[in-house]
């Protein structure tokens, strides 16, 4: 493995060298400028790189040897459940049935690709509590997006979308959550948080009352972003129905409650699924991911169009639904995507779904359990599947939680979540997922162990790391506001 390979295309270009060979011209041969007009003519050398299939072949198989994915190693980011993904999902979606499928297609030629999209509409309805679920948006914050306009929707139907402007989001939330309400046009109304995470109720009701009649909507994840669930849900979807707002599920978390509790029946009326996290489709890398919404019963007639529909033996796209907010996506969303998440609910079952969640939190309670000794561990109770440790026990040294992200580098681990959520100090955010073997964990657990214990031995060593990667230690300041995305050779 070639780890300090650093080259860009421009750098392995060689004057005159080629990666093809076209047969001898067989026409008369001819300029462009006598086929193609003046205007649409490259006046300047379009500075390509020169080189041969071979260099293209050993420059990328280099560069993708220095990526770390899951299928790699362990991959401990919190919130963002990078669990493994079952490859034959990958030869589903890859069926010549559905791969030479053309959304423009006349319907009775796809009955098999609607009837699975229905079909993954009522499982996915069905897991968490609600009546529909619709699976054009394209990701979690589109999810969001797509939730947040249909209760614009609903409330414009009875008459309140003028007065109604304010969404409610706890100050532990996900950043995705306020930004997707101001770009929906709401504004933000922030909840403080108990010490454990949790939603202060108190202060939610101060809110409700500072605000009458102003409340279009809650953003909340449950479990929270300190993998905690919140004990007072009932209460809180109440106090915000009571006050005539809808509660929305910030469906990033489902991964520890599938088959033990439905976001329908604590209260909530939509949330978005991250089908990347949840069904185990894949994840990072650009996408696409996907963010299907559920609603309650009530709210089925906003959501966007086409919906699936079945009338008899029959699957249609349903176009005529006055009340909808209209298209989110081209065409019906990801559907390479809605086929592997749908191959995943099959394979696991009702039962198999239930025993994901239980395995991701007993994972999760095992290595919190292991690394409290040697790790601030801010709120010690149960997890779900996900923990927050606050930096090193030891801090004498001077060494931070970005010292000992860094240093896991050095050891071949992709750090956890850092800095999040904000309302824990030195914040380390630990998932394992269901899928990590004990001697996975213990691994991992070993080698945080052994850097806590250099912190205070070789403090160093730390703060110089990481040393045995392609990029040392970077300015990441500079690096964010001072980009550079141009080669210039």
Do not use: W
């Amino acid at each position: 493995m070639n780890k300090r390979y650093n080259k860009v295309i421009f750098e392995v270009s060689s004057e005159g060298r080629k990666g093809y060979s076209l047969p001898k011209l067989d026409v008369e041969e001819k300029s462009l400028s006598e086929l193609m007009p003046s205007d649409l003519l490259r006046e300047g050398n379009v500075g390509l790189p020169e080189v041969s299939e071979f260099d293209v072949v050993r420059h990328y198989t280099n560069l993708s040897k220095l990526n770390y994915g899951v299928d790699e190693g362990f991959y401990p980011l919190g919130s963002c459940t990078m669990k493994y993904n079952p490859k034959v999902n990958e030869d589903m979606c890859r069926l010549e049935g559905f791969t030479t499928l053309h959304p423009l297609q006349p319907e009775s030629t796809v009955q098999g690709a609607l009837e699975l999209m229905y079909d993954l509409d009522m499982k996915l309805s069905e897991i968490a509590g609600f009546a529909r679920t619709t699976l054009q948006p394209a990701a979690g914050a589109h999810g969001e997006f797509t939730g947040l306009m249909v209760i614009k929707a609903y409330h414009k139907k009875n008459g309140e979308a003028e007065q109604r402007t304010k969404i409610i989001v706890p100050d532990s939330a996900h950043g995705t959550n306020p930004s997707t309400a101001y770009v929906a046009g709401f504004e933000i109304a922030e909840v403080k948080s108990n010490d454990d995470g949790s939603v202060n109720v108190d202060s939610l009701k101060e809110v409700i009352a500072e605000n009458p009649g102003a409340i279009a909507g809650l953003m909340l994840t449950n479990p929270s972003t300190l993998g905690l669930f919140e004990k007072s849900i009932c209460e809180i979807t109440n106090l915000v129905h009571n006050a005539g707002g809808l509660c929305y599920y910030d469906g990033a978390n489902m991964n520890a409650i599938m088959g033990k509790v439905r976001p329908g029946d604590m209260g909530f009326d939509v949330m978005h699924y991250n089908l990347h996290k949840t069904m185990s489709t894949p994840h990072g890398g650009g996408g696409p991911g996907s963010g299907p919404v559920g609603v309650r019963e009530d709210l089925v007639e906003f959501l966007p169009t086409p919906v699936v529909e079945k009338k008899g033996d029959e699957f249609i796209l349903d176009y005529d639904r006055p009340n909808s907010i209209g298209r989110l996506k081209g065409f019906h969303g990801h559907f390479g995507v809605l086929v592997r998440a749908y191959a995943y609910v099959l394979a696991n079952g009702s039962d198999g779904l239930k025993q994901v969640s239980e395995m991701a939190v007993l994972n999760a309670n095992y290595m919190m359990k292991q690394l409290k000794e040697k790790y601030k561990l801010p709120i010690d109770q149960v997890c779900k599947h996900e923990f927050v440790l606050g930096g090193i026990k030891d801090t004498s040294t001077g060494i931070t939680t970005l010292d000992v992200a860094k240093r896991l580098l050095d050891f071949g681990y992709h750090p956890p979540t850092v800095y999040f959520p904000l309302i824990v100090n030195e914040a380390m955010m630990i998932e394992p997922t269901e899928t990590e073997s004990k001697e996975t964990m213990d691994e991992f657990i070993a080698i945080l162990n052994k850097i806590a214990d250099e912190a205070i031995s070789n403090p160093e060593i730390l703060k110089s790391a990481p040393q045995n990667t392609p990029v040392g230690r970077i300015d990441e300041g500079k690096a964010a506001k001072d980009l550079v995305l141009t080669y210039q050779g």
